[in-house]
């Protein structure tokens, strides 16, 4: 059986359409989603609920987003980061040492869901038609 802390993912971004568009999928297939375009709140959120995946896109309005990825690896219950950025994104710094983060592009879908199987227990990207 899989815990409800395990299955819940926190999306962080400043589109919301975006943002949205990702809850709502991994909502359909029964985990439960948040999303916030601000970084503050997400680290607010991660110190204060449990989290099995957090995706990030690379242009958070209120903080760098290397900033907001060192801050939420250095919580001592930070799950995976999956950065969503686009192509022409400047590389980000962010120190891989402390845990881990996994990146792909936004206009690499299959990459998301290849990130939600690996991360979130029976996640299965098949069952979106």
Known sequence: MVSVQEKRL??????DWESETIV???KCLGY?????WSAKDALAY??????SLVIVDDHILDMYVGEFID??????????IALM???KTRPIRYDRSRGKCRVFDKDRLDKLFEVLQTQMPEFNGSQIS
Do not use: W, Y
Request: aromatic residues 4%; glycine residues 10%.
């Open 10 to 15: 926190l999306v962080v971004g400043g589109n």
């Open 24 to 26: 709502q999928i991994v």
């Open 32 to 36: 439960e989603g948040r999303s916030t």
């Open 46 to 51: 991660l110190t204060a609920d449990r989290f």
């Open 71 to 80: 801050r939420a690896l250095r919580l001592p219950n930070c799950p995976t």
């Open 85 to 87: 950025k686009t192509k």
